[in-house]
């Protein structure tokens, strides 16, 4: 992918994250490697709603073809909560044009197994995405279904998020799951590359209905290893 024909390609290949927040990107783990990412969602404080913390990991590993394979877990913490998941699965992305406006579809799916006894389930989605030629900021925009194992009841609906570049270093960030279920949230945030292999990600949650769950904190950590490269793409 590329934020301009030449100079900027190169910088790209240095900098990605496979998540927007917690929808997925249209990022692709490059082959050989690996990437980390953790995840803490927290209410520090009480304000007419509980305190809560969960803890949420992320592990990709690029096998080409535009493909990774995907690990993760979910909503682990206190108190404790029956949406605790396991998640194995992929993603893909379909490149449209080889330009600069990096215009791709992106589909995946995750097998979902609930660890506290809700069984089995699954999280699949697909978007398209494509860069505004001047200003880089990068637009998502798709659908999605999920079941009650992850989201609290079997829904599904709009997704859409959006990417802008500051710098080489900070990228402004946001997302959006539609629907009341347990992902409903409109997340704002930013992104930074302490180095170029690795990205923090500071956010706020807020949701579609009160009803949903309360708002809070997300922050996450995340680094790629492996490989031969620098790092990812964004």
Same mark, same amino acid.
């Given at each position: ?6 100079? +900027? ?11 927007? /927040? ?9 082959? &050989?490697?690996?990437? !980390? ?31 990774? +394979? ?14 605790? @998941? ?8 379909? $490149? +449209? ?10 589909? &995946?799916?995750? &097998? !979902? ?51 802008? $570049? ?5 990228? +402004?960030?946001? =997302? ?14 930013? !992104?930074?590359? $302490?180095?170029?292999?690795?990205? /923090?990600?500071?956010?706020? *949650? ?5 009803? @949903? ?6 922050? =996450? ?8 490269? *620098?790092?990812?793409?964004?």
């Amino acid at each position: 992918m590329k934020w301009s024909a030449l100079f +900027l390609a190169t910088l790209l290949t240095a900098h990605a994250q496979q998540a927007i /927040v917690n929808m997925p990107s249209a990022d692709i783990t490059p082959k &050989g490697q690996g990437f !980390l990412m953790h995840e803490t969602q927290l209410r520090p404080y009480q304000a007419g709603a509980y305190r809560y913390w969960y803890a949420t990991n992320f592990f990709t590993y690029g096998v080409g073809r535009n493909t990774e +394979l995907a690990l993760t877990t979910y909503n682990a913490g206190a108190p404790s909560t029956k949406n605790q @998941n396991v998640g194995f699965g992929f993603k893909s992305a379909i $490149p +449209l044009a080889p330009d600069s406006r990096e215009r791709q579809i992106t589909i &995946g799916s995750m &097998g !979902l197994w609930n660890y506290r006894g809700q069984g089995v389930g699954n999280f699949s989605y697909a978007h398209y995405s494509w860069r505004l030629p001047q200003a880089r900021t990068r637009l998502t925009m798709g659908g999605w279904f999920g079941t009650e194992e992850l989201f609290k009841k079997n829904s599904g609906n709009v997704l859409a998020g959006l990417e802008h $570049p500051v710098n080489k270093r900070f990228i +402004l960030l946001a =997302e959006w799951f539609a629907g009341n279920h347990d992902l409903g949230f409109f997340v704002p945030g930013v !992104l930074f590359h $302490p180095t170029p292999r690795q990205i /923090v990600v500071v956010g706020y *949650k807020i949701a579609n209905n009160p009803r @949903n769950g309360a708002g809070g904190f997300v922050v =996450e950590y995340g680094f790629f290893f492996g490989g031969k490269s *620098k790092g990812g793409h964004h």
